[in-house]
Structures are given as structure tokens and as C-alpha cells.
């Protein structure tokens, strides 16, 4: 009781400072008044402060089990480990907007303490667009889904955490994928801030690019968590399968992705101003429509809470920011125009141009087809679903053009390109490209898009390698080792080499997604044991089902062996899991096997007794660089992200006794005079000295020098 009327308390408290930092904030900067900015600056800290104190609250009411408190009750239970315990804090919808309403305000408080490197005109409206969301949350959290709202008879246990939650992949990925989709707040915040005072040049483009490269790592990192969860947890063999709501949190990371290639031209050329303004708009309304798609239950998915009112706040919410930032764009219009027109479309700037065309098309493709169903039910009153056979035909080839391109803006000079310049740069990585597509057929590989698409993985990817080569080849000359040159490039460069690491981790992601799509096999078969199923050379026998029955849980576990040319591999349990009131739900164990790049993903889709299984085995080639290229890309992102160590610069103060006011200078002026026409009386005579020293040699120590009589007299 005491813990969650704190929490109530708390985020009452939040609401009303939140309230007080926007009419100070809006104060400060009308009046011009820095006090008032700085008691805005104070009361974001106090929403921070009280923030953190309602999620603690929580979390203890969760760890103390008090089942009094309902969203505790519905997700939690005496017999779940402490850790899944805690992180059922964010496992329904209360705690989620709790969390997300929580790293908003840490996100502005890191603001607070940052904001000297801010232009100052913006700092007080950014606060307060910041707080205007914070306060959506925070209504929506002390009115229509309070997570510390309490029943009136708290049960003996709780129901406890979805079993498909219960793994710990989902101990990390909901938490980075909300802090994702709030982490757009930021670059939203400064670009309404930008077009409120005019200021539209390149300083708040400047501003924002670290928190616009944190948000895009950290959404990134959220994708491949979702991805490797739904791998290793849902047992249908893959780890993307354009559900709608996973489509929803890869929306702004297009977009943010989009907007992270344009911002390179406004602020070297002054260019695509509309662009990058209409980007960062777009990827904040897009975080919001997904968090809005998870919360109001209108699409069905294996990810989305139950249908919740929530869901008409935040599409009003949605609707108010679409409308306000519209009528902000469009009277800023004027002040958005470029500064520079294109010199070719073969250059930097064209380059990068073309990939938001085609980041922007991948990204009206899977909106379209998230909101079908949707339109599909108000226009004909019948629900009519798009599966992933259309996101593939049409997202894939715009994403294999969107790939030969990342290759080719590298080799691009800004401005404009020569051809004779450019087929010299795109020797080498044709070379490979060519090289890739004449080795695959002898390989086994005969499926001609197949081998085209490796073939613009190759090319993209020995693009970079030779740009990055070429710079390590420059050092080198000057004297460094390749290990020592490579590393001072990426660490001089960061933001360029780092966008190249980026690259290169897509590239190999675009290889293990083309291996699993094209040439993944699937083989089911019901067995007794000693029975086998084999495929791709690999044979599983089947030994029978183990029935373990705890207090908590029940698992079904088969157990089978794989032998390859006659030999042992190795033992595998794939199982299923049953929860109490969850039965209808079970949990899976999938069996991973990777052999030679190549996973064997065995899964237990039925069973009868101990004595029979049905037995589902996918062969998934190349699924090992979807992960190693994600993790390269996370790794570049780290590295454009990383602040470079600032430079003191070094002020030489002069003494106070040495300073001159200005009431001395009348009084100097004889000694000025004086020395000036002295400096010119000597001045001739150095030149001469000092002219004939110049064209001979300096003498070694102890022997005379080539000087002139003259001079030496």
C-alpha cells in the first residue's frame, strides 16, 4: 500500500512540474529572462527526480509481490525468478508507458546537463516540447492506465508473465525498443524549437546529430533483439517476419536512417533543408503511430497488448503533432530554401539524395501494408491481411538498388564526379562483384537473383573495403603501420569511417538474410523411437519424449541426436513449456545447431505421449551473418556516436600588471611612437644579416659558414 500510493504521489508530483517547466520555459525565452530558463532547467530535473522515484516504486511493489496492486497481480507470481520478477516492470501496457515516460525524462535531464553546447535560443523551447510530451505520458499514467491503480481484494498469487515474455532476449529487447521509439523525441524537440525561432541553418542540425545517432543505435539494437528473439523463441524458422508490428519499429529507423545521410548535405553544401526538417517530423510521428499500433490492440499480433482505450488517446495525441508540426513547416516554408543548387547528379550529394528516395519508398511499402488491413475493413467492412510475399517483392528490389547505391556514393566526389574518375573507382569492386557471380554457379548456387544479389553484396562490400583501404594506404606511406594507420583513420574520422562500418555490417546482414530467404529447406515428420528424419546430409534420430512436472511449470522434452557421414554430432532437447494459467500458450526451447554457416532449427511442433513427436527441422543457410553483420552495425553507430576528445586550447592571459585600460593608452603613446620608429630603423639592417645566411648553409658547430663579408662585418 505504501509503495504504490507513493508511486501515485510521484507521478502527480511529475505532472504538475512538468506543467510549471513549459510555462517557464515559454517565460524565459519571451522575456529574455536566463532566471526563468534556469527554474525550467530545475523543474525538468524535478520531473526526472520524481520519475525515477514512481518506477521504484513499482519495481519494489513487484519484487515485495504485492498483488494488491493490479498490474502487479496480472504480471507477476510467487514462483517467477526475481529477475524475470523486475523485468515484468515493462511487460504490459501500464509499465511500458511508464518506462517510456521514465527515459524521457532522463533523456531531458542528460539535455539539461548538456545544453551549453546547444544554441541558446532554442534550449527553452526544446524543454518545453520535451515536457509537453512528458505530459501526455504522465495523463495518461495518473488517469486512464495508472499501473498503480489497487483491487479491492488482492489475491494470494498473481496471474504471473506471458510465457512468450519469459526469456532472456525479452529482458533487453522491449526496454531498447521503447527507448527507441522515445529517443526521437530529442531531434522532434529541436526541429519544433528551430522553426519557432527561425533559426533553420546548419546549428541545430549540428545539435542533434549525436542524439539522432544515439536514437538510431539504440532502435537498432531493439530490431536485432526482436529478431533474434523471434529466432530463437517462436519456433517458425525465422527471425523478420513483417508483422505489424515489428514493421512499426522499423518505420523511423528508415526514416532516422534517411535523415542521417541528408543532414551531410544541408550542413556541407546548405542543401535539402525541406528534407531533413519533413525526416526528423516524420520519424517522431512514426515512433508514436508504433507505440499507438502496440497499445491499442486494432492489429492483431503476436507483440501487441489487448485492445486498451489508450489506443484513441495516442491517435489524437498523433493527430495534434502531425497538425502542429504541418502548420509550423509550412510558416517556416520560406526559410528553408537551399543555398546551393546540384552541380550533377553524379556526386556525394546525388548519391545520397537517391538513398532517401529509396529509404522513403521501403518506407511508404511497409506502412501500406501495415495499415491494409485497416483500410481494407473501413472501405469494404471485410479484413484482408498482406503477408510477407509482398514485402518481398516489392521492398526487396528497392533494398538490393538501395545496396548497389550505399556501394557507389563512397567512390563519389562532392560536387560533381568525372567519369574517368568514377570507372576507375569502380574497377576494383566490379572486379569483386563479377569475381562473386562467376565463383556462385560453380558453388551449387543456381538461382539467378540469388547470385544477383550476392553479386551487389560483393560489389558494396569491396567498395568500402577499398575506400577504407585507400585511406590506410596514405598513412602508411607517411610512416605508420597498417594495424596503427587503420586505427587513426577510423579514430580521426569517426562519423565518415564509422558510416562505412555501418555499411559494411548491412552488407554482411543483406548476405544472411538472401541465404536464408532463397535457400532455406523445411522437412516435418511424425516419429517413434529410433525413427529418423534426414536432410541436407544430416540425419535425427529420435529417442522419445521426456514429462518433467514442476510447481511452476511443465516441460515436454524430445530427445534426438544428429549424425553426419555416419558420425555422432552431437545431442538435442528441444522442448515445449507450460505455464500455469497460460495453457493455451506454451513456450518453445528451440534446438540451434550451426554447422558450416549452415543452422539446423529443430523444433517440437506436437507430441503424443513419451512415445511420439512431430518433428519440424529447418535448414537456414548463412543466418550466422544476419548476426554478425548486425552486431558490425551496431559497432559502427558506436563509433559516429563516440564525442571526440575536444582540444584545450591554450589562453595566453597576460598579467594584470601587463594589461592596458584604456585611459593608459594616451599616455603610451610617445613610447609606441618611439618603438615603431625604431623598428624601422633595425628592420633594414636584419634584413640584410639575415638574407645571405639564408642562401648558404648552415655551419656545423665549430666551423665557419658560408657568409658574406659584408654581413660578417
Not at 525498443?177 to 531531434?187: E, N, Q, R
Request: hydrophobic share 50%.
Amino acid at each position: 500500500m505504501y509503495f504504490s500510493t507513493l508511486g501515485r504521489i510521484s507521478l502527480i508530483l511529475a505532472t504538475g512540474f512538468a506543467v510549471l517547466a513549459i510555462a517557464l520555459s515559454i517565460a524565459g525565452a519571451l522575456r529574455q529572462h536566463p532566471a526563468l530558463v534556469a527554474s525550467a532547467k530545475r523543474s525538468v530535473l524535478a520531473v526526472t527526480c520524481f520519475l525515477l522515484l514512481a518506477a521504484a516504486s513499482l519495481i519494489i511493489s513487484f519484487l515485495i509481490h504485492d498483488f494488491g496492486v493490479s498490474y502487479v497481480a496480472q504480471h507477476s507470481s510467487l514462483s517467477m525468478p526475481w529477475y524475470f520478477t523486475a523485468s515484468a516492470f515493462n511487460g504490459g501496457q501500464e509499465g511500458s508507458l511508464l518506462f517510456w515516460a521514465l527515459m524521457l525524462s532522463i533523456f531531458s535531464a542528460i539535455f539539461i546537463f548538456t545544453s551549453k553546447r546547444a544554441p541558446t535560443a532554442l534550449v527553452p523551447y526544446v524543454m518545453a516540447t520535451l515536457m509537453a510530451i512528458e505530459i501526455f505520458f504522465l495523463i495518461m499514467l495518473t488517469s486512464v492506465s495508472n499501473p498503480f491503480a489497487r483491487l479491492p481484494v488482492p489475491p494470494a498469487n498473481g496471474v504471473g508473465l506471458n510465457p512468450l515474455l519469459m526469456d532472456t532476449g525479452m529482458l533487453v529487447h522491449p526496454p531498447m525498443l521503447l527507448m527507441g521509439y522515445m529517443s526521437f523525441s530529442i531531434p522532434f524537440a529541436f526541429a519544433v524549437a528551430a522553426m519557432i525561432t527561425g533559426q533553420l541553418g546548419s546549428e541545430w542540425l549540428r545539435a542533434i546529430r549525436r542524439w539522432t545517432l544515439a536514437a538510431w543505435t539504440i532502435q537498432t539494437t531493439g530490431l536485432l533483439l526482436g529478431a533474434w528473439w523471434a529466432y530463437h523463441v517462436l519456433g517458425w524458422g525465422g527471425y523478420w517476419g513483417w508483422d505489424p508490428v515489428e514493421n512499426a519499429a522499423l518505420l523511423p529507423w528508415l526514416t532516422a536512417t534517411a535523415f542521417l545521410h541528408s543532414t551531410m548535405v544541408q550542413e556541407r553544401r546548405g542543401m535539402l533543408k525541406v528534407w531533413n526538417l519533413s525526416l526528423v517530423i516524420l520519424s517522431f510521428a512514426l515512433s508514436i503511430f508504433g507505440t499507438f499500433e502496440v497499445r491499442s490492440g486494432i492489429i492483431s499480433s503476436v507483440h501487441s497488448f489487448a485492445y486498451s482505450a489508450v489506443g484513441g488517446f495516442f491517435l489524437a495525441f498523433l493527430a495534434i503533432i502531425i497538425v502542429f508540426s504541418i502548420a509550423l513547416f509550412i510558416f517556416r516554408l520560406p526559410r528553408l530554401r537551399s543555398e546551393q543548387e546540384f552541380d550533377s547528379p553524379i556526386s556525394r550529394e546525388g548519391s545520397f539524395l537517391l538513398n532517401n528516395f529509396l529509404l522513403l519508398g521501403v518506407t511508404f511499402a511497409t506502412l501500406w501494408g501495415t495499415l491494409f488491413p485497416l483500410l481494407s475493413r473501413a472501405f469494404t467492412r471485410q479484413m484482408q491481411t498482406v503477408g510477407p510475399p509482398f514485402y518481398k517483392q516489392v521492398n526487396g528490389p528497392i533494398l538490393l538498388v538501395l545496396l548497389l547505391a550505399m556501394g557507389v556514393g563512397p567512390l563519389l566526389a562532392w560536387r560533381r564526379t568525372s567519369t574517368r574518375a568514377l570507372w576507375r573507382n569502380l574497377t576494383l569492386p566490379a572486379l569483386a562483384a563479377a569475381l562473386c557471380a562467376a565463383v556462385l554457379p560453380l558453388l551449387g548456387v543456381r538461382d539467378i537473383w540469388a547470385n544477383v544479389a550476392f553479386a551487389v553484396c560483393a560489389f558494396t562490400a569491396g567498395a568500402i573495403l577499398y575506400e577504407v583501404w585507400r585511406g590506410v594506404r596514405v598513412r602508411h606511406k607517411h610512416g605508420e603501420a597498417y594495424p596503427i594507420a587503420l586505427f587513426m583513420l577510423i579514430n580521426r574520422y569517426r562519423q565518415r569511417y564509422g558510416g562505412y562500418i555501418v555499411h559494411l555490417g548491412l552488407a554482411l546482414l543483406a548476405v544472411g538474410v538472401i541465404g536464408s530467404q532463397f535457400f532455406q529447406t523445411q522437412k516435418d515428420a511424425i516419429l517413434k523411437p529410433g525413427q529418423s528424419i534426414s536432410l541436407s546430409g544430416y540425419q535425427f534420430i529420435y529417442f522419445g519424449n521426456i514429462d518433467e512436472k514442476y510447481p511452476d511449470v511443465e516441460i515436454i522434452t524430445s530427445q534426438l541426436q544428429i549424425w553426419h557421414n555416419g558420425q555422432l554430432q552431437q545431442y538435442i532437447y528441444p522442448a515445449r513449456q507450460f505455464y500455469p494459467n497460460f495453457g493455451n500458450q506454451p513456450a518453445s526451447q528451440i534446438s540451434i545447431t550451426t554447422y558450416n554457416l549452415i543452422d539446423f532449427y529443430v523444433f517440437l511442433a506436437n507430441w503424443n505421449g513419451l512415445s511420439q513427436a512431430t518433428i519440424r527441422v529447418f535448414v537456414n543457410p548463412l543466418v550466422t551473418f544476419v548476426w554478425i553483420g548486425g552486431l558490425l552495425m551496431l559497432f559502427g553507430g558506436l563509433i559516429c556516436w563516440w564525442p571526440e576528445r575536444r582540444k584545450r586550447r591554450k589562453q595566453t592571459i597576460p598579467e594584470e600588471s601587463t594589461i592596458l585600460n584604456e585611459k593608459d593608452v594616451p599616455t603610451m603613446m610617445p613610447v609606441l611612437e618611439w618603438g615603431a620608429r625604431a623598428t624601422a630603423r633595425v628592420a633594414p639592417i636584419l634584413h640584410d644579416v639575415q638574407q645571405p645566411a639564408r642562401q648558404g648553409r648552415v655551419a656545423p658547430r665549430g666551423r665557419p659558414g658560408n657568409i658574406s663579408k659584408e654581413a660578417s662585418s
